[in-house]
């Protein structure tokens, strides 16, 4: 089930950028060091962000000194030296419950979208082409979630609720990183389907226990409005009536905690792995609902993304 589509993107940064901002007044250095390169200084008190260099490629060959597959070490039309635009796509599997509050779990797809350089017409640039690592310091982010639709008919344990349609929700951040934490907050509105406010906070620790591989370790905070609640969790007369559970009418709040352990590996500036296993127990309302009551409070989920940086030339 494609629970999430992560964006990562410095919105302060696009912002300045589409104002028109001279080029001089944000370019970065003519000459920076191999291991770092360092997003200018923007005003208003963001503090600049610094990216870990990754090694030239080794032709066929990963970080490690691994031999790669052809189709991992050969370049192409979407790698080009000067670009424009760096983005880093992917695409894989997904394990998660079959809907908020079920014990049972659903195999289905998942994907990652990221925004690591952009170049903009009046010279302004945003992250870097020939960098992958994390920012550093304080800066606004991006955050999206596609929740699945909730087929009740396919659920005895929940036939006769009301379905539910796929949503997705689109937000802002405000994160603080360092090398080796971060820490961040995330408010999302469902725009299409939920219609309702949810919000992350959360922390990390960052190591880097070899060549090419990131792991991040940390707590997850998760809240919703009333709304958001009552789509998910609520169960009303007609329900009641349909399904034979108990009329519910629960608020919002917080509704859920976990830890999240994420890794990444790149076998070279194009291709990397990126995989997520988490854990969140529902809270409050969320627990408290008859729909968790047949399913469980503990939701695990685990992914695995095949992912590939694009570079274009405009």
Known sequence: MLRRLPLLASAATLALALAGLPASAQDAPATLPESAVTEPSIPGGVVPFE??????????????????????????????????????????????????????????????????YLRFPNGFEYGSGRAVGFRTGLGLRGSMRYISNRNSSHYSEIRGLDNVPWAFEAGLGLG?????????????????GSNAWVGDLGADA?????????????????FGSTLFTNTY???????????????????????????????????????????????????NDAADSPITALGSEDQYEVRLNLTRRISLDF
């Not at 960052?206 to 998760?222: E, M, Q």
């Open 176 to 192: 603080y990183e360092q090398r080796n934490y971060r820490v961040f907050g995330d408010v999302r509105y469902g725009i299409i």
């Open 233 to 283: 969790f609520g169960v009303s007369a007609s329900e009641s009536a349909a399904s034979g559970l108990p009329e519910y009418d629960p608020s919002g709040g917080l509704l859920g905690g976990g830890v999240v352990l994420g890794a990444r590996y790149l076998f070279n500036e194009r291709w990397g792995l990126e995989g997520e296993a988490s854990w969140g127990r529902l809270l």
């Open 206 to 222: 960052i190591a880097y226990p070899v060549d090419g591989l990131t792991l991040t370790l940390g707590p997850r905070l998760n």
């Open 51 to 116: 990216q870990t260099s990754y090694p030239a490629d080794t032709a066929g060959y990963s970080d490690a000194g691994l031999p790669l597959p052809a189709f991992l070490a050969a370049g192409g039309a979407f790698d080009s030296s000067t670009p424009d635009l760096v983005i880093t796509l992917g695409a894989g599997i997904e394990v998660s419950p079959a809907y908020f509050g079920s014990d049972e779990y659903e195999t289905g797809p998942t994907g990652i979208a990221r925004i690591d």
